[in-house]
């Protein structure tokens, strides 16, 4: 059946399946990435848990301890999620490209009276255009305001320092 197809329709498709084919195996590989990161701070986090809960008079953990695992892990997360898109980012630019090239044959093509529907769907794929294209920036600023914040509280990556409680004597009361 391929014989049938010219070759540099063939050629065409095996260039987008190899494309398509790199770009899934670079989305896997950061996904793997972020899930070992993701894995190493819970580890981190565990490792702290045990030696809490095993000390002489065990602490529960403090806000800041809580609050520090919450920024890191949304920095990886944003992170990963700005990669993302930054892998996608071609390949839906190529996908816009050949919509957009598809859609004005076929605007060119419509029959006079049509050219009103064809100008009111020009103007929602622009719009739908620009609403991804602010969704990517805003996706960048968060994920730049997560970066900044995390490089604020360097303490998040250490365990804070925390006062002995107070040991309680024989007849209840503390000292």
Avoid: C
Avoid at 27 to 38: F, I, R, S
Avoid at 118 to 123: S, T
Avoid at 143 to 153: L, R
């Amino acid at each position: 059946m391929f014989s049938a197809i010219p070759s540099d329709i063939s050629t065409a498709i095996e260039a987008q399946w190899s494309a398509r084919m790199g770009l899934f195996a670079a989305l896997n590989a950061k996904t793997l990435d972020t899930l070992n990161k993701v894995t190493e701070l819970n580890m981190h986090t565990l490792q702290q848990a045990l030696a809490r809960a095993t000390a002489s008079e065990p602490q529960p953990p403090t806000v800041d301890e809580t609050l520090g695992y919450g920024r890191q892990l949304s920095h990886i997360v944003f992170d990963a999620g700005v990669d993302y898109l930054r892998m996608l980012q071609p390949s839906i630019a190529v996908t816009e490209q050949q919509l957009t090239q598809q859609f004005e044959s076929l605007a060119d093509k419509a029959p006079a009276p049509n050219a009103g529907m064809f100008d009111l769907l020009r103007n929602a794929f622009g719009q739908a255009t620009s609403g991804y294209d602010h969704l990517v920036k805003a996706s960048e600023q968060a994920a730049s305001a997560i970066g900044a914040a995390s490089a604020a509280h360097p303490a998040d990556s250490k365990p804070a320092k925390r006062e002995p409680a107070p040991k309680t004597v024989k007849n209840g009361k503390r000292a």
